[in-house]
C-alpha cells in the first residue's frame, strides 16, 4: 500500500506504549502520594480550579491534529517551502490564540472562581493562587502545539516520547518536594506543576529550531494562508473547547452541588480516565500522520482502510485494559489510593465505559480533517458534549439527585456524538456507512459481549482478594484475545498479524 507505512505506525505504536506504561505508572503513584499529602478538600480542589491543566489534554490533541493536517500535507507533497509558511502562520495565529484565553481566564473564569465557586472561605486564597498558576501552566502548553505537532508530522515519535518521560519524572520530583514545601502546599504543588509544564513545554521549540530548518527564521503572516488556517483551527478550537467546557463544567457543577469531596472522587476518576485513555491516544498518535499524507496522495482507499483498522484497534486495544478495570475497580481503588473518596468507583466506571465508546473517533475525525470540512463536526460533535453540561445543570436545580447521574448522562451522550461522526464522515468522506457498521461496529459489539462472561463469573465465585485480581486480569486478556483474534479480526487482519508477529518485513496489516 503507496503511502501507508504500516510497519512505521507499528514501530511508533509500540516506542509510544513504551513511554505509557512508565508515565501511567509515575502518575498513578504521584496521585496516591498527592491526595495523601493534600488531603480530600484539597485535592478536590486542585482538581476543579487546576483541572484546566488536564483538561488541556483534549484542546492539545485536537489542536495539534489540526495544525499536523496542514503539516502532513505538506510533507506528503514534499513542499518544504509551503511547509515553513505554514509553520510561521500557525505560530503567529497560536500566540493570539494564547492571549485570547488569558484574557478570558482573567474576566470570565476569574468571575466564575471569586461568585459561583463552593470554595472554603480559609482556602480562597490558596484557590486565586492555584487558578492564576494553571493558567500559566495551561498557556505554555498552547504555545507549545505548533512545535509539537511538526515533530508528530514527520513522525519523531523518539523526541515526543523521551519528552514526555521527563515531564512525568520532574511531576513525580514535584510531589516529593511537597513534603518539605515551604510555603501552603497546595499553592506550593501548582508552582511546581507551572515550573514542570514551562521546562517541557520549552524544550520543544528548541528541539524544532535546532533540527528542522523550515522552522528557522521569522514567522510571517500570509494573509489568504491564515485565513484558511483560522477557519480549520477555528471550528477544531470550537470543537475542543466544547468538550472542555464540559469537562470543567462539570467540576463547576460537582462544586457547587455536593462540595470539594465529590471534586475529590471526580479528580481520581480523571487521573484513571485520562491515564488508560493513552492507550488509545499513542496509537491514533503514530496513526494521524499517515492518514493525512494518504489523503493527500489521493490514496483514498488505503485512508478509508487504514480508518477502518484504526477504529477497531483503538477499541480492542483500550478493552483489554478496561474490562478487567471495570470488574475489579473497588480492589484497584482500594490498592492504589489511601483514603477512597465516596463515588469515586462508580464515577470511574461510567468514565471508562464513556472511554471506550470515544476511542473509536479519533480515525473518523482525521479523515473528515484531512478533507478540511470539519465547520459541522465540530458544531454537532460539540453541541452533543454541551448538552450533558446543560441538563446536568437543569436537573440538579430541579431535584435532588445522586452525582452519578452526571456521568451516565455522559455515557450516553458519547454514545450519540459518535454516532453523529459516524454521519457526518458518511457525508463529507464518502465513507460506505453500511461498510463502517459490518467491519468496525459489530465485531466491536460481539467481542464487547462475548469477552466479559467468564471474567464475570470469577469475580462472583471468589472473595475479593489480590489474587481474585490477578486471575481476573489473566482471564480478562486471554478471552478479549481470543474475542479479538476469532471475532474482531477478518481473515485478512488474522493474517497479516502473523505475518506481524514472525518478523516478516512486509509492510501490510
Known amino acids: 500500500m503507496g503511502m501507508v507505512n504500516r510497519r512505521r505506525i507499528a514501530g511508533n505504536t509500540l516506542l509510544l506504549y513504551l513511554r505509557m506504561g512508565l508515565i501511567m505508572i509515575i502518575s498513578l503513584y504521584a496521585s496516591r502520594v498527592v491526595l495523601d499529602v493534600l488531603g480530600e478538600t484539597d485535592f478536590g480542589l486542585y482538581n476543579v480550579i487546576g483541572g484546566i491543566v488536564v483538561t488541556f489534554a483534549f484542546l492539545n490533541s485536537v489542536m495539534n491534529a489540526a495544525c499536523n493536517r496542514y503539516y502532513s500535507i505538506e510533507l506528503g507533497r514534499g513542499d518544504y517551502q509551503a511547509l515553513h509558511k505554514v509553520f510561521g502562520v500557525n505560530i503567529i495565529i497560536f500566540a493570539v490564540i494564547a492571549l485570547i484565553i488569558l484574557v478570558l481566564s482573567e ?58 518521560i521527563v515531564e512525568a519524572v520532574l511531576k ?28 517541557t513545554n ?78 488509545v491516544q499513542n496509537y491514533v ?41 471495570i470488574l475489579e475497580v473497588n480492589q484497584v481503588l482500594d490498592l492504589w489510593l489511601v483514603e477512597v473518596p465516596a463515588h469515586a468507583a462508580a464515577f470511574t466506571i461510567y468514565l471508562l465505559a464513556a472511554a471506550l465508546v470515544d476511542s473509536m473517533h479519533h480515525p473518523l475525525y482525521y479523515a473528515v480533517q484531512a478533507t478540511g470540512k470539519v465547520k459541522w463536526y465540530n458544531i454537532l460533535v460539540g453541541s452533543s458534549q454541551l448538552m450533558v453540561l ?60 462475548v469477552s466479559p462472561v467468564l471474567p464475570w463469573l470469577v469475580v462472583r465465585s471468589m472473595e475479593p482478594s489480590l489474587g481474585r485480581l490477578f486471575i481476573t486480569v489473566g482471564v480478562s486478556i486471554a478471552v478479549v484475545g481470543v474475542a479479538v483474534l476469532l471475532i474482531g479480526l477478518d481473515r485478512e487482519e488474522r493474517r497479516n498479524l502473523m505475518i506481524f508477529i514472525k518478523g516478516n518485513g512486509r509492510e501490510q496489516v
Do not use: H
Open 107 to 164: 474576566t470570565v473564569g476569574l468571575w466564575i472562581l471569586e461568585r459561583k465557586m463552593n470554595i472554603p472561605s480559609d482556602r480562597m486564597n490558596a484557590a486565586r493562587w492555584v487558578y492564576q498558576l494553571s493558567i500559566f501552566s495551561f498557556l505554555a502548553g498552547v504555545l507549545a502545539i505548533p512545535f509539537k505537532a511538526i515533530i508528530t508530522a514527520k513522525e519523531k515519535m523518539k523526541v515526543y516520547a523521551y519528552c514526555s
Open 172 to 199: 513525580l520530583g514535584a510531589v516529593f518536594l511537597l513534603a518539605v514545601s515551604p510555603i501552603d502546599k497546595l499553592i506550593f504543588y501548582a508552582a511546581l506543576m507551572l515550573l514542570v509544564s514551562v521546562l
Open 202 to 279: 520549552a524544550f520543544y521549540p528548541f528541539y524544532c529550531y535546532r533540527f528542522y530548518e523550515e522552522c528557522r527564521g521569522r514567522a510571517e503572516w500570509n494573509r489568504e494562508l491564515g485565513r484558511e488556517i483560522i477557519g480549520f483551527n477555528g471550528w477544531g478550537v470550537i470543537g475542543s473547547m466544547a468538550t472542555i467546557g464540559r469537562n470543567q463544567g462539570i467540576n463547576i457543577l460537582l462544586n457547587m452541588f455536593y462540595g470539594p469531596a465529590v471534586n475529590a472522587a471526580r479528580g481520581v476518576a480523571n487521573i484513571v480516565y485520562f491515564n488508560i485513555y493513552q492507550f
Open 285 to 325: 498518535i503514530a496513526v494521524n500522520p499517515q492518514v493525512v499524507k494518504a489523503y493527500a496522495a489521493g490514496e483514498r482507499e488505503d485512508m478509508m482502510k487504514l480508518v477502518f483498522q484504526t477504529s477497531k484497534l483503538a477499541y480492542f486495544l483500550l478493552f483489554v485494559v478496561v474490562l478487567p478495570l
Open 390 to 449: 446543560i441538563l446536568s445543570y437543569v436537573i440538579l436545580k430541579l431535584a435532588k439527585v445522586e452525582p452519578e447521574l452526571i456521568f451516565q448522562l455522559v455515557l450516553i451522550f458519547s454514545v450519540i456524538a459518535q454516532i453523529l461522526r459516524i454521519i457526518i464522515a458518511g457525508k463529507y468522506v464518502q465513507m460506505n456507512i453500511g461498510q463502517y457498521l459490518l467491519k468496525v461496529l459489530l465485531p466491536v459489539v460481539l467481542v464487547s459481549l
